[in-house]
């Protein structure tokens, strides 16, 4: 069992491009989350995802950020025209079925933003 | 709004010694208390979780105690050992229209001295 992996480990984008960073979920996980890691802080949830659905996307901001999770392949995180307050630690965690148990984390992508 | 409100920010122990971490909840809906425990350039894992049925809950060195009047959780790590240095969070999940999103602590940052 490969557990949740992300990729890529750690990425770093100028001012203005796009990040993407991808999660696969474990395996017979159907749920996905993303959850942002600022430095002397705790994660903060961004979006959940089941497959081709956005349940809940109160925590991403409203612009630059979206989220999907084809039927195929992996979620995507997507950042547009990155700015240097997106550097952060992003991970993903998936579980089996609705809810918190079995919530099992990525080892997350850090960007930086130069 | 923090839901999770978490002390110390960082402890420091020696080998031998009992780490101590506090979290605070406001939401009384909460019910489910995990801790999770992360080491540098890795996600978040689960170390122990408990309900609020229970007052105690104990896995190894690990303890989870729980006083519901007082809306507190704690976290006790008997005999710590260095190889336990790393950041502890408390969560609790949102069991409003999300059922997946957990709320985090800041974290506390452990050192156990050798």
């Known amino acids: 069992n490969a557990g949740v992996m992300q990729n890529p480990r750690h990425l770093v984008r100028r001012r203005g491009q796009e990040a993407r960073l991808r999660c696969s979920p474990m395996k017979g996980h159907s749920h996905v989350y993303w959850y942002r890691q600022l430095p002397e802080e705790g994660l903060k949830f961004m979006v959940y995802?089941?497959?081709?659905?956005?349940?809940?996307e109160s925590g991403m901001p409203k612009e630059r950020f979206s989220a999907e999770f084809p039927k195929e392949g992996p979620s995507i995180l997507r950042i547009q025209q990155v700015v240097r307050g997106d550097s952060a630690a992003y991970f993903c965690a998936s579980s089996p079925e609705f809810g918190f148990y079995g919530y099992t984390f990525g080892s997350g992508t850090r960007l930086t933003v130069v | 709004q923090q839901q999770v409100k978490q002390s110390p920010q960082s402890l420091i122990v020696q080998k031998g010694g009992i780490s101590i971490i506090n979290c605070a909840y406001e939401?009384?809906?909460?019910?489910?208390f995990p801790w999770y425990q992360q080491f540098p350039g890795k996600g978040p894992a689960l170390l122990i979780a408990?309900?609020?049925?229970?007052s105690e809950k104990k896995e190894g060195r690990f303890t989870i105690s729980f006083n519901k009047s007082a809306k507190q959780f704690s976290l006790h790590i008997m005999d710590s050992q260095p190889g336990d240095s790393a950041t502890y969070f408390c969560?609790?999940?949102?069991?409003?229209?999300?059922?997946?999103?957990?709320?985090f602590g800041r974290g506390t940052q452990l050192t156990v001295w050798p």
């Open positions: 995802l089941q497959k081709e659905n956005i349940i809940d």
């Open positions: 969560a609790a999940p949102d069991r409003g229209s999300t059922l997946g999103r957990l709320y």
């Open positions: 408990i309900r609020p049925d229970v």
């Open positions: 939401n009384t809906a909460f019910d489910y």
